[in-house]
């Protein structure tokens, strides 16, 4: 994976400490303090995935960061390599195996994000960065969930994650983005362990099961 750094990715990076110094601060704080306790697990789960479903451990996509610009999403991979007769990659959900299926329950492929924040592509709370294809689809008001950096949680998240339609989290998004602060961010921080636990709302948006991506403004199912 090449991750030289391309234009718009630094412009991105550059802009999140201008306009958020306070929070990309705190975002380095946090992650410095936990990533002792957060390194060990990562490294578990990285020798059980690399075991599971091969080489290479990490799946990376090009996902719209702060403004939409882009930047390239870093997640462990929850599916196998399996090929059929013909040389092709079996479908999804002949490839997802049931630990991929435990990482996505319980948010462990997105442990690799914590590279994104530490990079200043992300911030630990923010709306979920979705699929480049989407920046065409959003409406004025949506696309005003681009104003603050992508996060590895979100009010969304805390807040129904995956089983709110979309609506609902487009809402719950641009309800942060009006709202943002060091102490809400705190508060989501400290609600996301407890949503995980419990697993909560969970529906991961690759499931073979949920079908259906966001088509336009008017669309009412999630993804990630």
């Not at 508060?187 to 079908?211: A, C, Q």
């Given at each position: 994976?090449?991750?030289?750094?391309?234009?718009?990715?630094?412009?991105?990076?550059?802009?999140?400490?201008?306009?958020?110094?306070?929070?990309?601060?705190?975002?380095?704080?946090?992650?410095?303090?936990?990533?002792?306790?957060?390194?060990?697990?990562?490294g578990?789960?990285?020798?059980?995935?690399?075991?599971?479903?091969?080489?290479?451990?990490l799946?990376?996509?090009?996902?719209?960061?702060?403004?939409?610009?882009?930047?390239?999403?870093?997640?462990?991979?929850?599916?196998?390599?399996?090929?059929g007769?013909?040389?092709?990659?079996?479908?999804?959900?002949?490839?997802?195996?049931?630990?991929?299926?435990?990482?996505?329950?319980?948010?462990?492929?997105?442990?690799?994000?914590?590279?994104?924040?530490?990079?200043?592509?992300?911030?630990?709370?923010?709306?979920?960065?979705?699929?480049?294809?989407?920046?065409?689809?959003?409406?004025?008001?949506?696309?005003?969930?681009?104003?603050?950096?992508?996060?590895l949680?979100?009010?969304a998240?805390?807040?129904?994650?995956?089983?709110?339609?979309?609506?609902?989290?487009?809402?719950?998004?641009?309800?942060?983005?009006?709202?943002?602060?060091?102490?809400?961010?705190?508060?989501?921080?400290?609600?996301?362990?407890?949503?995980?636990?419990?697993?909560?709302?969970?529906?991961?948006?690759?499931?073979?099961?949920?079908?259906?991506?966001?088509?336009?403004?008017?669309?009412?199912?999630?993804?990630?």
């Amino acid at each position: 994976m090449d991750d030289r750094c391309c234009p718009t990715t630094c412009e991105t990076r550059s802009g999140f400490w201008e306009q958020f110094p306070a929070k990309r601060l705190f975002d380095l704080a946090v992650t410095v303090i936990a990533l002792p306790f957060i390194v060990p697990i990562v490294g578990v789960v990285a020798l059980v995935a690399g075991f599971v479903h091969g080489w290479p451990l990490l799946f990376a996509q090009m996902r719209p960061g702060l403004h939409g610009r882009p930047f390239r999403l870093y997640m462990f991979r929850t599916m196998t390599n399996g090929r059929g007769p013909d040389g092709q990659l079996l479908p999804d959900e002949d490839r997802l195996t049931r630990f991929g299926k435990l990482m996505r329950s319980s948010s462990l492929d997105e442990l690799p994000e914590l590279i994104n924040v530490l990079k200043g592509d992300m911030s630990l709370v923010g709306p979920r960065p979705l699929l480049m294809e989407y920046l065409t689809r959003y409406s004025p008001e949506q696309h005003r969930r681009h104003l603050v950096p992508p996060g590895l949680t979100g009010w969304a998240q805390v807040n129904g994650r995956n089983t709110a339609d979309w609506q609902q989290r487009f809402l719950l998004d641009l309800w942060y983005v009006d709202h943002r602060s060091l102490w809400l961010d705190c508060k989501i921080i400290l609600m996301t362990p407890w949503k995980v636990l419990k697993r909560e709302g969970i529906m991961h948006p690759d499931d073979p099961s949920w079908g259906g991506k966001f088509k336009g403004a008017h669309s009412d199912r999630p993804t990630r």
